[in-house]
């Protein structure tokens, strides 16, 4: 009995993701590389951490895609993606204000917030997944739906909320660096190994890689997907709480993340040998986008750029994957 | 896990049944109280044409679908209500035809999911104990050595079926479920499966295996059950009864039938093929088909043969000769240059390139020729019902009606439409590339039938098949391609696989086989895949 064959595939594939990933890193490091020549102090820790902090909003909410999309696959059409994302940051920094304003303590302020991001989640998760209609769509009037409320409570006003958490999160931690530079890598931390290390997360990218799979396998798939839009509204209103704290209070327009979020979660995909989204890829292009901004602003570039980087970017990660994925099959 | 029921079940007992099993789907009766009665350490085995019921009685075993009637019982446990993971619970375990696996995983990550090992009391995946079991149960039961980090989606067809079963075993199954475990396997390998599902028998495991390969079934199980039209309509030991006793239980019909002979007469040339080459492909390939032709055309892969069929779609960039249609020299840069030459290909993928699910019957069978359903640029709805109809009749596809979306039909049902959406161009030149592969007995006649009516019509056809009784059965000629030449050409009347494997395998001394159709076409991808 020889033994079968051990080839992998005919090599050309595997390359192909092993050359996108090394050329995202490439790419990132020569960005990074230009701005520290071209930006005196944009290496400097205070920049740094500057950046990790200024990042840590929309990391949280990229964490929250991500997750989305890993149950839900990679079909940018049909796949899994949460819309309502940004809105629903908006409207629980809403509640948060509100709640302060009128005298709750932290913890009633804390608590509704991430029970309104929760529902937000459920709200998308019932939609998807009981009611079975197409995420983009489900996910797009759950946004108008967060986007109504947040006008109605706020009259689309700016509300200044102050509190101890609020000056905790707001303030420096140990080193002098900014706590919300710690808590985006906690977060990332923690959701790296739930996502990336335990049976669940295994689930979970089983679910969105082949649903069928899934199922044999003994997976409730319907639960876990369920499960990715609540955790992905928690992140909303988690994020939420970070965008209070850094800009004391809440304010209008948190809609205008959505494209960054979309961006991120999409770009980090490159970063992955399997060409999966990944916690870990995600925070390595919310850092990308954070340092390119920064890069920006240091070297005077106009900050309309930004946008049409972003398209450029989601566009870059959508149609490299999307090549990639098809020389492999 | 292990086996806590087998102890009370004697070996010869019924460890599995499934009695008046009903489902219907939009309108079909898939299942028409059907049973099935396996034993406790047997190898049962499970045949019927495509659409007989098969898939559908084994997804309900599964838990898939719910049946609208009739009861199971699963190591004397009535179920009534079975779920995938209660059916995993009761020990029965499936190697599934589409080989779900999870392309993106590890074949450690794909073979533990759903019974992940933690490291200890805290939840997190053992990925190193993962990877060593995943490797030791390789070795043991394949000794197959595949790096642990290797993915699923960097596999061979084959290494991902064994994953499969490797995941199965490493669960200690009661009862494992294989549906048509061998479609892509190479000889040794079957060998090499069937030494396994014996060792399991004599281990007191039970095996219900389900292929088309009716010489496989002869030679590995205990006991047949035969579908037919979603009923059961005999359970026979293989080893007492002959392979042809079986054929004619799944098809009312006898065996020699199986070939329609036309007796057409071979026109003009219509296709004249002049020292063609594409790189890396075929070399210098020079033939000529004629009106009313079918020309076989057969070889390992890797013979040429697929390309120079692709090339002759425009698919494959050729390097240097010529090819002539009718009597024009003519060049083909592209699939649509070579329908406006009246040309016709029915690529082997057709469930990849080939239904539209939710579309109905109708829609998929003349979406490829809607211009010649149109007038002033309208559909005429007439005409398209009226080819639909008769394509229906043709290759008896069973279907509720013309407008029924082809996902509710069986996968042997839906082949049958996609065939039919190419044929019902009219071309005068066919390229056909394995139009019979995966497609079960009876729809094999229909397809012989109508290429037979195709050639009669006057339309030239270019078979490719790895198939060689089929090519010996219906083709005029037989062109045989070996590393990128041609290696002999042979009339059916006086040759026999036989002559045509030692041809493609570049062998004189070659055994073959028996008079199925399977070892044959087995043999042949054995020997290409590991020669």
């Known amino acids: ?329 | 896990m292990i086996n806590h029921f087998s102890a009370t079940q004697a070996k010869g007992d019924p460890v599995l049944t499934m009695h008046g099993i009903v489902k219907t789907f939009g309108g079909v009766r898939a299942l028409d109280g059907a049973n099935l009665e396996v034993d406790t350490g047997s190898i049962h085995g499970l045949v019927g044409q495509n659409g007989a019921g098969k898939s559908t009685l084994i997804k309900i075993l599964a838990g898939f679908h719910r049946p609208d009637a009739g009861s199971i019982s699963i190591r004397g446990m009535h179920c009534q209500h079975l779920t995938p993971r209660r059916v995993e619970h009761l020990g029965v375990h499936f190697i599934h035809q589409d080989r779900l696996l999870v392309p993106t995983f590890t074949v450690a990550e794909a073979m533990f999911l759903g019974a992940e090992p933690g490291i200890g009391p805290i939840p997190l995946l053992n990925r190193r104990e993962m990877a060593r079991q995943a490797t030791a149960i390789l070795r043991y039961h394949f000794d197959v050595r595949l790096p642990g980090g290797a993915l699923i989606s960097e596999l061979t067809p084959a290494e991902r079926q064994i994953v499969q079963i490797s995941r199965a075993l490493l669960r200690d199954p009661a009862i494992l479920v294989f549906d048509e475990p061998t479609a892509a396997l190479v000889r040794q390998e079957v060998d090499r499966l069937f030494e396994i599902i014996r060792r399991l028998r004599a281990k007191g495991l039970t095996t219900v295996y389900i292929s088309h390969y009716l010489s496989e079934i002869e030679s590995l199980c205990d006991q047949v059950t035969v579908l037919r039209n979603g009923v059961d309509v005999g359970r026979i030991n293989p080893k007492s009864s002959s392979t042809s006793e079986i054929v004619s239980l799944m098809l009312n019909r006898d065996i020699e039938e199986m070939f329609p002979k036309k007796a057409v007469s071979v026109g003009e040339p219509v296709l004249k093929l002049n020292k063609l080459s594409a790189r890396g492909a075929f070399i210098e390939i020079s033939l000529t088909l004629h009106r009313g032709e079918i020309l076989g055309l057969t070889g390992l892969l890797g013979s040429g043969a697929k390309e120079l069929v692709k090339s002759l779609f425009g698919l494959v960039r050729l390097q240097g000769g010529t090819i002539e249609i009718g009597s024009d020299r003519t060049e083909i840069p592209s699939p649509p240059s070579a329908v406006a030459k009246k040309l016709a290909l029915v690529p082997e993928d057709r469930r990849a390139h080939g239904v539209a699910l939710q579309m109905s019957v109708r829609e998929n069978m003349t979406l490829a020729s809607l211009g010649r359903f149109a007038r002033f640029g309208f559909l005429q709805l007439s005409r398209e019902k009226a080819t639909t109809n008769e394509l229906i009749r043709k290759l008896s596809i069973r279907t509720a009606s013309q407008t029924s979306p082809v996902r509710d039909l069986s996968g042997g049902n839906q082949q049958k439409v996609v065939l039919a959406k190419w044929l019902s161009r009219q071309s005068a030149i066919y390229l056909l590339d394995e139009p019979t592969v995966g497609v079960d007995v009876g729809a094999k006649v229909e397809i012989y039938r109508l290429i037979g009516e195709l050639a009669e019509q006057g339309a030239g056809i270019l078979l490719l098949s790895s198939d060689l009784l089929e090519l010996l059965g219906i083709a005029d000629r037989i062109l045989v391609m070996y590393r990128g030449q041609l290696a002999g050409e042979f009339d059916p009347g006086n040759s026999t696989s036989a002559d045509l494997l030692s041809c493609a395998t570049g062998t004189s001394t070659l055994r073959t086989g028996t008079e199925t159709m399977a070892p044959a076409q087995r043999t042949m991808l054995g020997k290409d895949r590991l020669g």
């Open chain 1, 1 to 329: 009995m020889e033994p079968v064959a051990t080839s992998g595939g005919d090599g050309f594939q595997v390359n192909g993701a092993v050359l996108l990933r090394a050329g995202s890193l490439i790419g990132f490091g020569l960005v990074i590389g230009y701005f520290a020549l071209a930006a005196p102090g944009f290496l400097s820790v205070g920049n740094i951490t500057n950046v990790l902090e200024q990042s840590a909003i929309l990391g949280v909410l990229s964490f929250g895609m991500t997750i989305v999309m890993i149950a839900g696959g990679s079909n940018v059409v049909t796949g899994g993606i949460d819309l309502s994302i940004a809105n629903n940051l908006g409207l629980s920094a809403a509640v948060y204000a509100i709640l302060l304003k009128i005298g709750q303590p932290d913890v009633v302020a804390l608590g509704f917030t991430l029970l309104t991001g929760l529902g937000i989640g459920l709200l998308n998760a019932i939609a998807v997944v009981a009611i079975g209609i197409l995420p983009l769509i489900a996910t797009l009037t759950v946004m108008n739906i967060c986007a109504g409320f947040e006008l109605v409570i706020t009259q689309n006003t700016v509300l200044q909320a102050s509190s101890p958490l609020l000056a905790v999160l707001a303030g420096d931690g140990p080193f002098g660096i900014a706590t919300l530079a710690y808590l985006l890598l906690i977060v990332a931390l923690v959701l790296i190994v739930v996502i990336q290390y335990t049976p669940f997360g295994l689930r979970l990218y089983a679910v969105g890689g082949f649903r069928e799979a899934a199922l044999a396998a003994g997976v409730s798939v319907d639960w876990y997907i369920a499960t990715s839009y609540i955790l992905s509204g928690i992140c909303g209103s988690i994020g939420a709480v970070l965008s209070v704290a850094l800009l004391s209070g809440s304010s209008t327009g948190s809609g205008d993340m959505l494209l960054s979020v979309v961006a991120t979660a999409l770009l980090g995909v490159v970063f992955s040998r399997r060409l999966v989204p990944t916690i870990s890829g995600s925070l390595l292009s919310v850092l990308f986008i954070g340092f390119l901004i920064n890069g920006f602003q240091l070297t005077n570039i106009s900050s309309y750029w930004v946008n049409g980087v972003e398209g450029l970017l989601i566009l870059f990660a959508v149609a490299t994957t999307s090549l990639v994925r098809r020389i492999e099959t």
